[in-house]
């Protein structure tokens, strides 16, 4: 199992296709489980980066989301977006071999609606978290 050969033999496909060359595998009791390359163009997904494409087909394969006992290898350091669906997923390891230098400096408004309700969706949440223990 040569996971730098397959990352960039990803990437070079990602990169024929006019796709960000950014790739991932991921990989179970030392076997590759799931791969993908950004698809972003193509699809004309936002969410479509090869860490997120990999992680469905990984739980896909799985039957299950919790991937604890999974590592996760990529070509570039993941974006904020992709860490924060890797930590959702409980993947235990993440290597990547380019750090990612880019940084957005995007800026878009945010701010708290219908706060004087808020207890509502707060109840729902607990009842919801109480009934799965």
């Keep these: 199992m040569n996971i730098e050969k397959e990352l960039l033999k990803l990437s070079k496909k990602a990169f024929k296709k006019n796709e960000m060359p950014v790739s991932c595998i991921i990989v179970c009791n030392n076997k590759i489980i799931s ?3 950004n698809k972003k163009n193509s699809s004309n997904s936002v969410i479509d980066h090869a860490e997120i494409i990999a992680i469905r087909k990984a739980a896909k394969k799985l039957k299950r989301w919790n991937l604890s006992d999974c590592e996760l290898y990529c070509s570039l350091k993941p974006c904020k977006m992709c860490e924060e ?10 290597y990547y071999v380019l ?7 995007y800026k ?4 708290q609606v219908f706060a004087n309700n808020s207890e509502n ?9 109480v009934n799965k223990r």
């Design 85 to 94: 669906v890797i930590k959702q997923s409980y993947i235990k390891k993440v």
């Design 99 to 105: 750090d990612n230098e880019k940084v957005i400096n």
């Design 35 to 37: 791969k993908a390359y």
């Design 121 to 129: 969706f707060q109840k729902i949440i607990k009842e919801f978290f």
């Design 108 to 111: 878009y408004d945010i701010e």
